[in-house]
């Protein structure tokens, strides 16, 4: 084993054979991979070894994709034979409500390049006679399914890996890691002690120990999970044999199973509800390549629709039973990335799909470690996207709930129960009270509306409008025209202070600083002028800054914030940062009366003079201590209210009794998010991703570019310059009883007409690095609608993609916001664009204006 190296991968499964092959393949030789046994001795070996590329992300789609399409290339390169066998798979819907999911998917599968096809249950059977096509309603077929073998797929990374410099060491397990004041990791072995710069965590089943090394507890737990293996059955044989193809591969929402051939028999998997998780507090470090007991009547059950669907599989006598432990995080992504806190400590675990995902991990990890950048929007399996409130407990039940669900439909309005409620604020029991229907925001209990007294707080779950309708378009009425009262405690809430506090914001923000006094709305560029954070700030003092932005991209941006903090030493500019959470709460009252209600609450002047739009003051409301922002989400005229937990009790209540003799509601968060539509206004993580530059995401008021040099300045300029090739609109959509949910392909009807450049959403495809470790956009972009597969008909073709959107109540409308080539973004003719809703192609006209307030002059009111 080598003294040092630059970087030191921990675990031999295919997870940490991907990375140490992709950090050799970008230009790393002096690395390092360490095992405690042989390679694939913890979950790889046992796995079913399928892979496919749909995946309810996009973003995490692109990297199946990739991962696909990486095997040949490692063959080639190892000599070792990964036994693919690329089949192709249907997914098999039983109700209307499973259709409209699979709807969902196809339509997704066009503008990502993917050839799914929707077809007959008859014509999945004539792929898969196995089945009773009398219990399904539909299917949709994607041509790029199959499965390989794990430990030659694995073994097929390490033997590349090699070949391009790297080490291998086996049978000796990482005991301890420290790190040194210069950052250097001491990875204390059982051989001895290795010095690297790095350190990443595959650890797979050991993955939650190795970070508890580091003081970190990694949401993730260990799962059992059960797969059967017929005899041989002559049925196979036959179809074989007659069709010279082999059986493809099957997945039943309703049984919850998966299925496929195996030699001349059938593997038979279930995610089964009666779940349990395998070492649920500690991972032992003796354990290797064994199985665990089966467990047959847990998933009877699954085994008994799973029969009935499929009638030909029921009397094969059963060879095998396997059951395997396999890491899940909560929502059932993995964990990649830097961990918030930590020097060069880097994750890659949590993959339970490791042969339809580790090939992109590996990808987008070594890009991150070698360039700074994933090259990817890998949001959906960034370690940082989970909180503090994921515990070891909290973890246990939504992961349980997750793999119970692993085949369930989640539907655009379903909140889901495990762990819950985790954080609330000091009004939950007041909301619950008030009728309010709750939902989670990154752990916190939030107000999503309020049921109409007498009747139950619950939703109804569709993919199509549903029982909160009325009321949410009740609560945007009424606060558009009198005033509407909602707690905004999930947003993301610091404080920046310090004599260098200003230069610091000044260089990551792409905005001028606010005067103490004032506020000003920023977004923030990572180096390649992308968007990685949308923020308003307020100058709160000389040396001190409030900050607000999305809850869900606190640790995100800490960590952004850490790294470029000024290095200590004397001299040094001083800036510290303070991340409040749930120490800071709010509230936020919106609509025309809403001054006249605040002014009932204070013992000062907030007249518009002497208190504009886009103020900010500390002042005493009902008698408590708060800072207020003149600004709202909504675009109406209204104010933010920040203060201590203690307080937001005293403060709601003078709100409510205040408010009365103005009409006053309480609204929730859809209220919230459908007032932002008629204003387009972009939210965070869906419209603005660091995928899109600022002038894409249509932020050019925000960006000055003559101020100082700020990260991503360069970049932003070059894409001003050159003029963005996307852009991002508003649609009003005349839809029917279903409205956008995100991810909908944009059709417009352009014939010869030059549409501009036409790109795979999401950066699909790309951003690569050139030779010079410089970011490229030229590979994502390909000209011409022939370029991009199953996007064309006649005169219309693909060429965006819906970000967010629904219904806005106030101007009676169905909106959407999504990305079209710049060429179209400001063509607001009718009959040029249709959106794809559930199937239907509905058609749909850029608003350029906001419908709501378009000269802005309620807001400044």
């Known amino acids: 084993m080598k003294s040092h190296a630059k970087a030191v991968v921990i675990g031999g ?113 004539a792929m898969f006679p196995l089945m009773d096509e009398t219990n399904f309603v539909g299917a949709m077929w994607d041509p790029v399914e199959g499965h390989l073998d794990p430990s030659g797929t694995t073994h097929a990374y390490a033997k590349a890996a090699r070949k391009l410099g790297a080490e291998i060491v086996l049978r000796n397990r990482v005991v301890e890691l420290t790190q040194e004041v210069d950052g250097t990791w001491n990875v204390v072995t059982e051989q001895g002690t290795a010095k690297a710069e790095h350190v990443v965590n595959c650890g797979g089943l050991w993955a939650r120990e190795i970070g508890r090394m580091v003081g970190v507890e990694l949401p993730l737990l260990a799962m059992e999970h059960m797969y059967l293996l017929t005899e041989p059955m002559p049925e196979v044989e036959e179809f074989n044999k007659s069709t010279g193809r082999e059986m493809i591969g099957v997945l039943d929402f309703k049984g919850e199973i998966y299925t496929r051939q195996e030699r001349n028999g059938i593997l038979l998997g279930t995610y089964e509800k009666a779940c349990k998780p395998w070492s649920p507090v500690n991972t032992p470090w003796d354990f290797g390549h064994e199985l ?25 006598g059963i060879k095998q039973i396997i059951n395997g432990p396999f890491t899940f995080a909560l929502d059932g992504n993995p964990l990649v990335g830097p961990v918030q806190g930590l020097t060069n400590f880097w994750c890659a675990c949590a993959v339970m799909a490791g042969f339809s995902q580790g090939g992109g991990v590996g990808l987008a990890l070594s890009n991150w470690m070698v360039h700074g950048d994933p090259g990817f929007d890998v949001w959906g399996m960034d370690v940082a996207r989970f909180g503090e409130w994921a515990t070891l407990r909290y973890t246990n039940a939504k992961v349980r709930e997750n793999y119970s669900r692993r085949f369930s439909i989640r539907f655009p309005n379903e909140e889901l129960p495990a762990a819950r409620p985790a954080q609330t604020t000091p009004l939950y029991d007041t909301m619950l009270a008030n009728n309010a229907v709750m939902g989670d925001s990154w752990g916190l209990e939030t107000p999503l509306w309020f049921a109409p007294k007498g009747t139950e707080p619950k939703d109804i779950v569709s993919f199509h409008r549903s029982n909160d309708f009325g009321p949410i378009g009740e609560e945007v009425r009424a606060t558009r025209e009198k005033v509407g009262v909602t707690e905004i405690a999930n947003f993301a809430k610091y404080e920046v202070s310090g004599p260098g506090s200003e230069d610091f914001l000044n260089r990551l923000m792409t905005n001028r600083m606010p005067k103490t006094g004032r506020i000003v709305l920023t977004p923030m560029l990572n180096e390649f002028g992308r968007l990685i954070g949308d923020f308003t700030i307020a100058k709160a003092g000389e040396e001190r800054f409030m900050i607000w932005s999305s809850s869900a991209a606190q640790k995100y941006h800490m960590r952004w914030f850490e790294k470029h903090l000024p290095k200590e030493g004397p001299g040094a500019p001083q800036v510290r940062i303070h991340r409040f959470d749930q120490t800071l709460v709010g509230l936020s009252i919106a609509g025309p009366k809403s001054r006249d209600l605040l002014q009932k609450l204070v013992d000062v002047d907030i007249s518009t003079k002497t208190f504009r739009f886009m103020d900010f003051r500390e002042m005493a409301v009902g008698g408590a201590p708060c800072m207020v922002n003149r600004i709202t989400y909504t675009g109406d005229l209204g104010y933010e209210i920040w203060m201590a937990p203690a307080y937001q009790r005293l403060v709601y209540k003078a709100i409510k009794d205040a408010g009365e003799e103005f009409g006053l509601v309480d609204f929730g968060m859809r209220a919230l998010l459908s007032m932002r539509l008629e204003k387009n206004f972009p939210t965070w993580f869906r419209e603005l991703r660091p995928i899109y530059g600022p002038f894409e995401g249509a932020m050019d008021r925000f960006v000055k570019l003559e101020k ?56 699909y495809g790309a951003p690569r690095f050139d030779t010079d470790g410089k970011q490229v956009r030229g590979s994502r972009a390909a000209e011409g609608a022939s370029a991009v597969r199953g996007i064309v008909d006649g005169d219309w073709r693909v060429v965006g993609w819906v970000t967010s959107g629904g219904y806005a109540h106030y101007i009676r409308k169905s909106m959407a916001q999504g990305y079209v080539p710049a060429a179209l973004a400001g063509d607001e003719s009718a009959g040029l664009f249709e959106i794809e809703i559930l199937g239907s192609r509905r058609p749909a006209r850029i608003n350029v204006e906001p419908p709501f307030d378009p000269s802005g002059e309620k807001m400044r009111a």
């Open 708 to 763: 100082n040099d700020f990260i991503g300045r360069e970049a932003a300029a070059r894409e001003q310059s050159e003029g963005p090739k996307l852009r991002r609109v508003s649609f009003i959509v005349d839809a029917a009883d279903a409205d956008v949910m995100g991810d909908e392909p944009i059709w417009a009807k352009v014939g010869g007409k030059d549409s501009g450049t036409v790109e795979k959403p999401h950066g």
């Open 13 to 125: 499964g295919v997870v940490g054979c991907s990375v140490l092959y992709h950090l050799a393949k970008a230009g790393w030789t002096d690395i390092m991979l360490i095992e405690r046994s042989e390679l694939t001795s913890g979950s790889s070996w046992h796995a079913a070894g399928g892979f496919h590329t749909l995946n309810g992300d996009p973003n995490v789609a692109k990297l199946q994709a990739y991962t696909v399409q990486l095997y040949r290339e490692i063959e080639e390169l190892s000599g070792q034979s990964c036994s693919l066998h690329l089949t192709g798979g249907v997914m098999m819907a039983d109700t209307p409500e499973r259709m409209d999911f699979l709807r969902l998917a196809h339509a997704k599968g066009r503008y990502l390049g993917m050839d799914t096809e929707l077809i007959t249950p008859s014509e999945a059977k």
């Open 292 to 316: 665990l007991q089966p467990d047959i009547d847990r998933i009877a059950p699954s085994l008994e629709i799973g029969f009935k669907h499929f009638p030909g599989i029921e009397k094969a």
